[in-house]
């Protein structure tokens, strides 16, 4: 049984660093869960476009994670979850905010799939996490929802993730697996993706012609688009409607959140 809400998780993430296939080491931080008990599943967070600090910039001790960052791996550790948040950026020397970039800058399709497949590793090979390898998740959310979606992909990556749930993807993946409209593209494991429908990467349907394709390959591990109504892209970084969050964006981030901690039940 999860608790979506409650009282804070009181410790701090643990900075640590993943070793990626290409040898670069990696920032990461680890969010133990709130029980000791057997083995813990587990999730790999991955960051969008604008990086995993505030303000699109590192403090002197790296410790400045964005806010919803922070949010989820405190609320997936009271669930019994534990969760590595991996910094596919500064190792790179690129710069904390690529939002904008197009194809420049860090590479979601396989550089940051390279870097998901570490946190995997990461997580599996810790013996003091107690991480349950057979159950772990990955998450990501704009670039990082991408990235979910590319590392899932059944002909290309290892079958190591038990799940995938994609936050806001561009699907269009630079017309990697063949492209949108002829896409080759089919996941090994439940993928979900969920996006509002104000949202450009909603109206742009590349979501929803690739998980029709995979279909059409016989691949139903890609679930329908899940879609939440006049709400915008980020549409969960929004508390309260103030600056640009409207009342469809606070909404469509409370069903969210709880949408998402349902899936992950079948971890």
């Excluded at 969760?83 to 596919?88: G, N, P, R």
């Excluded at 590349?206 to 029709?212: A, G, M, S, W």
């Excluded at 688009?225 to 009342?247: K, M, N």
Aim: proline share 5%.
């Amino acid at each position: 049984m999860f608790t979506l809400f409650g009282p804070a998780h009181a410790a701090a993430p643990v900075a640590t660093t993943v070793v990626n296939e290409q040898g670069i080491e990696l920032r990461a931080w680890y969010f133990a869960p709130d029980t000791s008990a057997g083995s813990h599943p587990a999730v790999v967070m991955l960051h969008g476009c604008s990086g995993v600090f505030s303000y699109s910039k590192p403090n002197a001790t790296y410790s400045n994670l964005q806010k919803l960052f922070t949010e989820w791996g405190q609320r997936l550790n009271r669930a019994g979850y534990a969760a590595l948040l991996i910094d596919s950026y500064t190792a790179r020397g690129h710069p904390q905010n690529q939002c904008g970039n197009g194809s420049e800058g860090t590479d979601e399709v396989v550089a940051r799939a390279h870097d998901a497949i570490a946190g995997y590793r990461k997580l599996a090979a810790t013996s003091a996490w107690h991480i349950d390898p057979a159950r772990i998740a990955v998450m990501g959310w704009s670039q990082g929802g991408s990235t979910t979606v590319s590392v899932l992909d059944i002909s290309t990556w290892p079958a190591v993730f038990k799940m995938g749930v994609a936050f806001y993807p561009a699907c269009g993946l630079y017309n990697a697996y063949g492209g949108v409209s002829t896409s080759t593209y089919a996941p090994y494991s439940p993928l979900h993706t969920l996006l509002g429908t104000a949202d450009p990467f909603y109206t742009s349907g590349y979501c929803q012609v690739r998980q029709q394709r995979a279909v059409e390959l016989g691949s139903h591990e890609f679930k329908p688009v899940e879609s939440y109504v006049d709400a915008d892209h980020s549409f969960d970084y929004c508390t309260s409607t103030s600056g640009s969050c409207s009342t469809a964006d606070v909404e469509a981030k409370s069903v969210a959140d709880s949408r998402v901690m349902h899936l992950l039940r079948d971890l």
